[in-house]
């Protein structure tokens, strides 16, 4: 997504603030995909792009809290709750009080503001990475399916801790091609996808799900440090500087992370990320 997309997506959010926003529309300003838009919005602003939106209409809606007459209930379903009652939910789940409290100046809140680029000039800090080709490989192992890039946000790293330590695990790793195990983003259909953690392998009888990883080309860079720091910090360099700065195009295929056996606590452990492209 080029400054000027994401700029648009901005812009189209707080044009429609008051309205059902869908993903769709935002994706067609941004010229992408469903899944890659929530997916390049979160690597690049930390916010699930859901999320984002929840936070601009709940900041929005102070001002006709703290500068209109308008009934709590008109406030509410202007900003798209269902009734007052969903709306003070949210104030207290994002401000720690009441719409009631805000109106009557009980308590200080602050607003979430609406993001904005900056073109920033950095120093010549190199990316090392390898293109790899690869015919289509199989997976087994075990997921979850989540709805948005919001949900699996908020529990990828509860499946990734019930999953560690088991059975399942070690199973696994007997099994695997490259004594590595998986985590995959596989899309399935607009936002939704499912996350699998697996392993490469030839052998598909095993008890578990397996998948087909289609043929495709992959860029492969390297994270150095502690999981998952060192993993979100290398990420997001490759989507706000790499990407944009060369020939390659994300596309809408299954990217990954390589956990190699190890500990992924050490500060030379390395993960390597699989992203797709064309």
Known sequence: MNLQGFNDVLHYIEAHITETIAIDDLARCAML???NLQKLFTVLTGIPLGEYIRRRKLSRSLFELLETKQSILDIALQYGYAGPDNYTKACKKYFGCTPSDIRAKRQTVSAFPKLSIHVQIKGGSSMNYRVEQLDAFQVVGVKESYASMDEGVEKIPAFWRQFSGTDKEQQLLKEAAD???????IPTEDTAYDYVIGIKTDNTQLSFESWTILASKWLVF???GPVPTAIQQTTREIFESFLPSSQYEFTQAPDFERYPNGDVTAPDYVTEIWIPVK
């Open 33 to 35: 995909s469903p899944y």
């Open 179 to 185: 004594d590595a195990m998986l985590g995959l983003c």
């Open 222 to 224: 390297e994270a150095v």
